[in-house]
């Protein structure tokens, strides 16, 4: 079974402390995106990756960077959190039936609730 | 550009009644179309999708037709259960970029006992 996985489920920070979301996919999927979910706003990628070391800004960067070492790992970095940051963090991986087909399923992890007081 | 309107919640139902969740996209070209399910405390996994108009996407009694007439994605159920209560996203792929999936806003349902 497909499976991604985010290293925590609830973070409180503080104003200011620097913050590494992880994801880990062990689909051996090239693509991996990060969104934040708010409610009333859905959800809003903030960025994603389409192989090691490559990423692109998604529609909401301002305030978050990414790290892509290795192919199953990408990480959310928040370099100095804020308050408004607070909100669930969601990492995602697509699953793509034929190489040169149509979008298909994303798979989701469970997220991570982070608080920043 | 491309977009997911869907209609806002919450929505709450009785059990065992008729469910309608309108979702309309905008989009150039030929966008893949799904609805994604969020039960309480976990992650958003696929319910059901479809890659071309008239395709029907189905799963657990629901069910979505694409209708490229009406740029519509519009999910339903004949019977709900207290167990469908969850948040509903309807979503579409990006045309231009095979894997980046546009969300709408997320609709709340509420199914009483």
């Known amino acids: 079974d497909v499976k991604v996985t985010q290293s925590s489920r609830y973070l409180v920070k503080r104003t200011g402390e620097k913050v590494f979301l992880e994801c880990v996919q062990d689909?051996?999927?090239?693509?991996m995106f990060w969104y934040r979910q708010d409610p009333g706003l859905g959800l809003r990628l903030i960025y994603f990756?389409?192989?090691?070391?490559?990423?692109e800004k998604g529609d909401i960067p301002e305030g978050y960077s990414v790290s892509r070492e290795k192919k199953e790992r990408f990480s959310l970095i928040l370099e100095s959190a804020s308050t408004n940051q607070t909100s669930m963090y969601l990492c995602?991986?697509?699953?793509?039936?034929?190489?040169?087909?149509?979008?298909?399923?994303?798979?989701f992890g469970p997220g991570t609730r982070l608080t920043v007081l | 550009g491309n977009s997911v309107t869907q209609m806002e919640g919450p929505v709450t139902l009785s059990e065992e009644a008729f469910l309608t969740i309108n979702c309309t996209y905008t989009?150039?070209?030929?966008?893949?179309l799904f609805w994604y399910v969020q039960y309480p405390g976990e992650g958003l996994q696929l319910l059901l999708k479809?890659?071309?108009?008239?395709d029907k996407g189905s799963n657990k009694g629901f069910e979505a037709t694409y209708r490229k007439e009406t740029t519509s994605f519009h999910l339903e159920k004949g019977s709900v259960q207290v167990s469908d209560s969850a948040v509903y996203f309807c979503?579409?792929?990006?045309?231009?970029?095979?894997?980046?999936?546009?969300f709408g806003k997320g609709t709340r349902l509420h199914i009483l006992p």
């Open positions: 995602a991986s697509p699953k793509r039936v034929e190489l040169a087909g149509p979008s298909d399923t994303q798979y």
């Open positions: 689909m051996d999927h090239e693509n």
């Open positions: 990756s389409y192989d090691v070391k490559m990423k």
């Open positions: 989009a150039t070209g030929y966008p893949s």
């Open positions: 479809a890659t071309k108009a008239d």
């Open positions: 979503a579409l792929s990006d045309p231009n970029r095979d894997d980046k999936i546009i």
